[in-house]
Nanobody, 131 residues
Framework: QVQLVESGGGSVQAGGSLRLSCVVSGYQYYYNYCLGWFRQAPGKEREGVAAFYGYDGRSYYAGSVKGRFTLSLDKTKNTLYLQMNNLKPEDTAMYYC???????????????????????WGQGTQVTVSS
C-alpha cells in the first residue's frame, strides 16, 4: 500500500524558512516515480510547486517558488525534502506530497498545473506565513 506522510509544517514570519519532509513507503523503486509537492490555499485550486524525478535526479519548480524552494532526496530514509526559504504570506497553504500515477515517467517541466497526473497523496501539512 502506497503511503506518503508529510511533516515539518508550521507558522513562521515572512522571510523565514521551513523544511518539509515526505516519507514514502509501500512500493519499490520509489525513485523511479516522479514525486511532487503541491499546495492548496482556502478557496484556491491545488497547485504544484516542485517535483523530483529520482531516476535522473532532476528537479522542477513552479515560477512562484523558483530560487526560494529546493528539493532533495535521501534514499536511505525514503524521504523527499522541500526546503523553503524566504517565505512569503502568499506561500500560506496546506502542503501535500504526491506520487505520479505512472512508473518511469519524467516529471512535468512545469509542475504548477499537474495535480491530475498524481494518483497518491499524503494527508498534508499546514504552512502559515505571517507578514
Amino acid at each position: 500500500q502506497v503511503q506518503l506522510v508529510e511533516s515539518g509544517g508550521g507558522s513562521v514570519q515572512a522571510g523565514g524558512s521551513l523544511r518539509l519532509s515526505c516519507v514514502v513507503s509501500g512500493y519499490q523503486y520509489y525513485y523511479n516515480y516522479c514525486l511532487g509537492w503541491f499546495r492548496q490555499a482556502p478557496g484556491k485550486e491545488r497547485e504544484g510547486v516542485a517535483a523530483f524525478y529520482g531516476y535522473d535526479g532532476r528537479s522542477y519548480y513552479a515560477g512562484s517558488v523558483k530560487g526560494r524552494f529546493t528539493l532533495s532526496l535521501d534514499k536511505t530514509k525514503n524521504t523527499l525534502y522541500l526546503q523553503m526559504n524566504n517565505l512569503k504570506p502568499e506561500d500560506t497553504a496546506m502542503y501535500y506530497c504526491a506520487r505520479h500515477r505512472l512508473w518511469a515517467v519524467a516529471c512535468p517541466g512545469d509542475p504548477s498545473g499537474s495535480a491530475a497526473d498524481f494518483g497518491y497523496w499524503g494527508q498534508g501539512t499546514q504552512v502559515t506565513v505571517s507578514s
